[in-house]
């Protein structure tokens, strides 16, 4: 079976409540089900892992290698300037698509640079949720799993 493992950065927890302007209404534990769901009608296993500590978001993704097909990441405000969190990603062979729900291109300009953005596959930002379900059916897409 694929698996996939998807990855929520610092103040992800706080989803719904935080900024509800910019990030929106829904959970966190709404997004993973939505998700989840999306998986399991394609045959896939897909797990959730998230941590304000970056730290143990470098070991996740250390951890993925030999167990999972694709990461979906969403590194929040590591983005901008985790090297930890880019070496690890350059590290390991699992592709990994990097996921914002807001359009980081279009805020504070400290967070128009990502500096994961050139050891990841691609990038989805500025759909809210949809961003988490597009990375999704991409990686389903590339995994040649997609309904």
């Known amino acids: 079976m694929k698996n996939i493992l ?3 950065g610092p103040n992800l927890n706080l989803l719904g409540t935080r900024e509800p ?3 929106g ?7 993973n089900g939505r998700m989840e769901a999306r998986a399991k009608r394609a045959g896939v296993g897909i797990d959730f892992f998230q941590s304000n500590h970056e730290g143990a978001l470098v070991d996740a993704i250390q951890e993925a290698q030999g167990k999972y097909d694709f990461i ?6 590591y983005t901008h300037y985790s090297i930890a969190l880019r070496d690890a990603i350059g590290g390991i062979d699992v592709p ?3 996921v914002h729900l807001s359009n980081i291109h279009k805020r ?4 128009h640079h990502s500096v994961i ?4 596959m691609g990038q989805v930002a500025g759909l809210g949720v949809e961003s ?3 990375a999704l059916e991409a990686a389903l897409l590339k995994m040649g799993v997609a309904e």
């Open 25 to 31: 209404r829904t959970a966190l534990a709404d997004i």
């Open 108 to 111: 504070e300009e400290f967070r």
């Open 72 to 77: 979906i990441l969403n590194a929040a405000a």
């Open 21 to 23: 302007e910019i990030y």
């Open 96 to 98: 990994v698509i990097e």
């Open 117 to 120: 953005a050139p050891v990841v």
């Open 6 to 8: 998807v990855l929520h």
């Open 132 to 134: 988490y379900l597009a």
